[in-house]
């Protein structure tokens, strides 16, 4: 192997090995911090469907990904009363909160009324430039455990959105 080659190589198998171990990085919020534990793509064609039954912003909801992509796991922990900032996903992205609350407010909702969830509790955000912003509770830490679904390859599992208006915190 020529020398070129073999930098590469380990260039390749470091930027692989920082991906997979979990490298922290702070999103575009405040006090958030989030670990990457595992990335993965599917070898053969899936197609993934959820349908949210009682989704509180339009009645039944069905998110469909043909041929998804890399799918993440990532755990995100908040100090009291941090938020992610605004933003979307790529695809769907199954939730669930481990310790603590998250408040999860929609863009698209005028009156920012905002769902809680709790430790012990899931739920699925549909992706596919649903524009949010979780904001912690005031007292104590929340974590939660992320798999994200329908991620292109090399790409993060979030996508920065300006403040649309709706919330004012």
Not at 6 to 16: D, E, P, Q, R, V
């Amino acid at each position: 192997m020529t020398k070129k080659r073999l930098a590469c190589s380990a260039a390749g198998a470091a930027a692989i090995a920082a991906t997979l171990t979990g490298v922290a990085f702070a999103t575009s919020g405040n006090a958030v911090v989030g670990t990457i534990m595992a990335r993965a793509g599917f070898t053969d064609a899936v197609s993934i469907m959820f349908r949210l039954a009682d989704d509180h912003r339009s009645g039944t909801q069905v998110i469909h990904v043909r041929n998804a992509k890399d799918t993440v796991i990532q755990q995100i922990t908040f100090t009291a009363g941090g938020h992610t900032g605004w933003h979307s996903h790529p695809g769907p992205a199954l939730v669930l909160v481990t310790q603590g609350e998250l408040t999860l407010y929609s863009a698209d909702d005028s009156a920012c009324t905002g769902r809680t969830y709790s430790a012990g509790q899931a739920f699925i955000d549909p992706g596919q430039g649903h524009v949010h912003i979780g904001r912690a509770s005031q007292t104590g830490n929340t974590v939660l455990w992320v798999t994200y679904f329908d991620v292109p390859p090399g790409s993060g599992v979030r996508i920065d959105a300006p403040d649309p208006g709706t919330c004012v915190f």
